[in-house]
Structures are given as C-alpha cells and as structure tokens.
C-alpha cells in the first residue's frame, strides 16, 4: 500500500481503519484525526453511517439547497477519508483484510461476535497484522448477561445512573430525571476509546505487540459518576438528584439577578469571603453556619434564601464584573450562539470553516487540545460518502478496470 497523504500533528505517523458510524467510536477516530492521523473510515454503499441521513438540519450546498449531510453527522468525521466496503460481501471483507495490513489501529463498534461472522474480529484481523491494536466498542461488552444488547446513549445514561442525578428535585416544579444535553456517554466513551488505544500504541513502541481493547459504554457511565459514586460508597446515603445544587460544595447554584440568571461557583472558604465581600453581607462569612464548605453543605437551606434574596438587587451584568473582580467564579448561562460569540473563544479560534465541495465551506468546532511543536491542522472536512474510495483502493493496488468492476457489482 503507497504512502497516505502527508498529515501534520503528534499522530501524523498513525493510520486508522475505523469502522464504525453513530458517535462513540466516531468521536474517537475524530480525536485521532485532529491529532494527524490517517483515518479511513469504511462506511455502507449507498446509505454510509447512520448518522448522515440523521436530520434536519442538513448542510446546504451553495445554493441554500439542503444536502445529504446531517449536522450529526459533520460534528463527529473531521479529518477522515471515506471509502464504501460491502463487508458482508467476500470481496469486501478481503479489501478491509488489506486494510489492515497496513494500519496501525482498528476500531469498530458492531454487536458483540458481529464481525466474527465477516472475518474480521480482533482475532481474525491480528492474525494478518499481530502489531494491530484492536478496540471493539459496544454497550455492555464483550462478555456478561448484556453482552447481546444494542444500546443508545440515552438508555446508558437513565441504566447508569446518571438520570438519577440529574434535573430538579421531584418535589421542584420542573422536578424528575433528565439527561444531559449531548450525548455524554458516547463522547466518553469515545474519549476513553481515543485514550485505550494510545496507551496501547505506546506500549506497543516498546514490546512490539498489538492489543485488544474491550470497552463498554455502561462501564464508561458508572466508571464517570465520579464523585457522586464514591459519595454513596462512603456514606451509604443515596444521592439524589438536586437540580443545579452542588452535592459536596456549597454555594455552587442558578441565581437569579434583576434581569437575568447568574452561575455562582463558590469553591473554596477563601472565595466565600470575597463573595460576602462583594454582596456587602461580610457578616455572613463569620457566620458559624457558613464559615466553612461543610457548614454551608449542612446549612444550605438557610444560606440559599439569603443569596438568593440579595442577588435580585442586582442586574447580571452588574453582579458579574463585581464578582470578577473579586475573583469569585460565576458565570452567564449562555445559548450556544452566544457561546461562540464569547472573545475567549473567538480569540481561541474553536471554531473554524474549512473547505467544502458542495458547501463551499463547512463550519466545525475544533479540537481543544494545542501542541507547540506538533501543532494541529484542520484541513480536511467531513468527507462525502465515498469520496475516497478510489484514491484508497488506487493505493491498495487496484487499478481503474478492477475497481470499475468492483463498483459496477455493488461491492464498493
């Protein structure tokens, strides 16, 4: 197989067949992407990954005319070359085989055993390349009593237990389980996946082995209720949920001023003191009820009612610059227009617009993540389906007539 087109970043020496589609694994593959690898991602002829028809809103052509690509889909296949592989298909499985001869990672997020059936599971797939690291992605995992089980973020989310931490008291107006507002288990999932198979890369530099990874989107939910986890394991107390209330540190909560909402993100004794400062209510801090975080958690209930009174005699913006002054952490709850009008993160240049061949442009969020001597480049857009296919089987060794043929029979 010839050399991929030269990338830039920390990764720019990695390939990646990723053979997966909805978001987990995709999130993945796109942090593998950001940081310069070559990532191909094998996707159904004819429909590709499940995502792309997962709209409105889809991106409109120059034109203003929509296209057949989901905003879904654009958020999580920056910096990928598609190719379309029937992998039920012989042929097919035999082109994603030469695949991974030359890759260095694989991931795919299929049933548990669905790939088993094709010849390429992690088994079959070591065997012609035993340097390859190998992460399957699924619900519940390789083994144990769910294992057959599909599952959607959302399911994770409510059976792990996030659900019940989160949205208003049931006795609030309002109150009962929300999610969160993007799929948090997937990206997750997807930033555990990115750092299994480094770590696996890593390793491999020195031992020259590959790995089989196994991760499970229900282990990623109960491995990241975190602090709320080991409350419940330390005290046997149940946690609830308790809407925008922080369970350990106090105050942390929604305060409405005169004309507006304002995050107060009290974290430590010392800030307590400024706050009390700023508001004009110095006492407070002395108060033997709130002097310290552990007598603000147990008091919340007296404290709340006089924040909350004194935060009305101010507007938001008002509040806010005192507050920053003083250096106690608060914050606007901004819509996401807004998020991308902050001058931190214009000045950040999170979001870009890179080219497009039906759009022009295409509008992406960026990585975070910033190098000083591997910078990060953001050139290649989520690609079209199939946009790749013969550049990538041209470089498998394929020539027009074959790949001519290939086509003409459905199988890529």
Same mark, same amino acid.
């Given at each position: 197989?010839?050399?991929?087109?030269?990338?830039?970043?920390?990764?720019?020496?990695?390939?990646?067949?990723?053979?997966?589609?909805?978001?987990?694994?995709?999130?993945?593959?796109?942090?593998?992407?950001?940081?310069?690898?070559?990532?191909?991602?094998?996707?159904?002829?004819?429909?590709?990954?499940?995502?792309?028809?997962?709209?409105?809103?889809?991106?409109?052509?120059?034109?203003?005319?929509?296209?057949?690509?989901?905003?879904?889909?654009?958020?999580?296949?920056?910096?990928?070359?598609?190719?379309?592989?029937?992998?039920?298909?012989?042929?097919?499985?035999?082109?994603?085989?030469?695949?991974?001869?030359?890759?260095?990672?694989?991931?795919?997020?299929?049933?548990?055993?669905?790939?088993?059936?094709?010849?390429?599971? %992690? &088994?079959?797939?070591? #065997?012609?390349?035993?340097?390859?690291?190998?992460? =399957? /992605? !699924? +619900?519940?995992?390789? $083994?144990? @009593?769910?294992?057959?089980? %599909? &599952?959607?973020?959302? #399911?994770?989310?409510?059976?792990?237990?996030?659900? =019940? /931490? !989160? +949205?208003?008291?049931? $006795?609030? @107006?309002?109150?009962?389980?929300?999610?969160?507002?993007?799929?948090?288990?997937?990206?997750?999932?997807?930033?555990?996946?990115?750092?299994?198979?480094?770590?696996?890369?890593?390793?491999?530099?020195?031992?020259?082995?590959?790995?089989?990874?196994?991760?499970?989107?229900?282990?990623?939910?109960?491995?990241?209720?975190?602090?709320?986890?080991?409350?419940?394991?330390?005290?046997?107390?149940?946690?609830?949920?308790?809407?925008?209330?922080?369970?350990?540190?106090?105050?942390?909560?929604?305060?409405?001023?005169?004309?507006?909402?304002?995050?107060?993100?009290?974290?430590?004794?010392?800030?307590?003191?400024?706050?009390?400062?700023?508001?004009?209510?110095?006492?407070?801090?002395?108060?033997?009820?709130?002097?310290?975080?552990?007598?603000?958690?147990?008091?919340?209930?007296?404290?709340?009612?006089?924040?909350?009174?004194?935060?009305?005699?101010?507007?938001?913006?008002?509040?806010?610059?005192?507050?920053?002054?003083?250096?106690?952490?608060?914050?606007?709850?901004?819509?996401?227009?807004?998020?991308?009008?902050?001058?931190?993160?214009?000045?950040?240049?999170?979001?870009?617009?890179?080219?497009?061949?039906?759009?022009?442009?295409?509008?992406?969020?960026?990585?975070?993540?910033?190098?000083?001597?591997?910078?990060?480049?953001?050139?290649?857009?989520?690609?079209?389906?199939?946009?790749?296919?013969?550049?990538?089987?041209?470089?498998?060794?394929?020539?027009?007539?074959?790949?001519?043929?290939?086509?003409?029979?459905?199988?890529?």
């Amino acid at each position: 197989m010839t050399e991929a087109p030269k990338r830039q970043g920390p990764l720019a020496h990695v390939r990646v067949l990723d053979l997966s589609r909805i978001m987990a694994a995709p999130w993945a593959t796109q942090i593998l992407a950001d940081l310069g690898a070559d990532v191909i991602k094998v996707e159904r002829p004819g429909a590709g990954d499940d995502t792309r028809s997962w709209g409105p809103p889809f991106l409109k052509d120059q034109d203003g005319q929509p296209t057949r690509e989901a905003g879904y889909f654009l958020s999580v296949n920056r910096g990928k070359r598609s190719v379309t592989v029937d992998m039920a298909k012989p042929e097919g499985q035999a082109i994603i085989r030469e695949l991974a001869k030359s890759a260095d990672i694989v991931l795919e997020n299929f049933k548990a055993g669905a790939l088993a059936k094709y010849g390429l599971d %992690a &088994a079959s797939l070591r #065997a012609v390349n035993p340097r390859l690291i190998y992460c =399957s /992605v !699924t +619900g519940f995992g390789q $083994d144990g @009593p769910r294992a057959d089980q %599909a &599952a959607y973020d959302f #399911a994770i989310q409510a059976m792990g237990g996030l659900m =019940s /931490v !989160t +949205g208003e008291r049931d $006795d609030m @107006p309002g109150g009962g389980p929300q999610k969160v507002g993007v799929p948090i288990v997937d990206l997750m999932t997807g930033m555990y996946a990115a750092v299994s198979v480094l770590a696996a890369l890593a390793r491999r530099a020195e031992s020259g082995e590959g790995e089989t990874i196994d991760l499970a989107m229900l282990d990623v939910q109960s491995a990241f209720l975190a602090n709320q986890a080991m409350n419940w394991l330390v005290s046997g107390r149940t946690p609830k949920r308790g809407g925008n209330r922080h369970p350990n540190i106090q105050p942390q909560d929604v305060f409405a001023c005169a004309d507006g909402h304002l995050v107060l993100a009290v974290g430590n004794d010392g800030q307590f003191v400024k706050l009390c400062e700023a508001l004009g209510r110095p006492e407070w801090a002395t108060d033997a009820r709130f002097a310290k975080n552990p007598d603000r958690v147990r008091n919340n209930a007296e404290l709340t009612p006089l924040l909350t009174a004194r935060f009305a005699d101010f507007t938001r913006a008002e509040l806010a610059a005192k507050l920053d002054a003083a250096g106690v952490p608060c914050a606007p709850i901004n819509e996401i227009p807004q998020v991308f009008e902050d001058p931190q993160i214009q000045h950040r240049q999170m979001l870009r617009h890179l080219p497009h061949p039906l759009a022009g442009t295409v509008p992406q969020v960026v990585s975070p993540m910033r190098f000083a001597t591997n910078p990060l480049a953001f050139e290649r857009p989520p690609p079209l389906l199939g946009q790749h296919t013969a550049e990538i089987l041209e470089e498998l060794g394929l020539d027009a007539a074959r790949r001519q043929d290939l086509q003409s029979r459905g199988i890529v």
